[in-house]
């Protein structure tokens, strides 16, 4: 059983949870803390070259 092909990643921990899943809703939830913690708060888009 898999979760739809175009699933956000709410979509897919809700599909998971509501099928038991807990492995898969689990480590998808420990892959999305990770990728949200790389992500750095402190970009600027300044960029002199773009107008």
């Known amino acids: 059983m898999e979760a739809p092909e175009n ?8 599909f998971y949870s509501q099928h038991n ?6 480590a998808l ?6 990728l949200e913690e790389c992500y750095v708060w402190d970009i600027k888009f300044d960029n002199p070259y773009i107008s």
């Open 7 to 14: 699933a956000t990643l709410i979509e897919r921990l809700m």
């Open 29 to 34: 939830a420990q892959v999305a803390d990770f």
């Open 21 to 26: 899943l807990n492995t898969e809703a689990r």
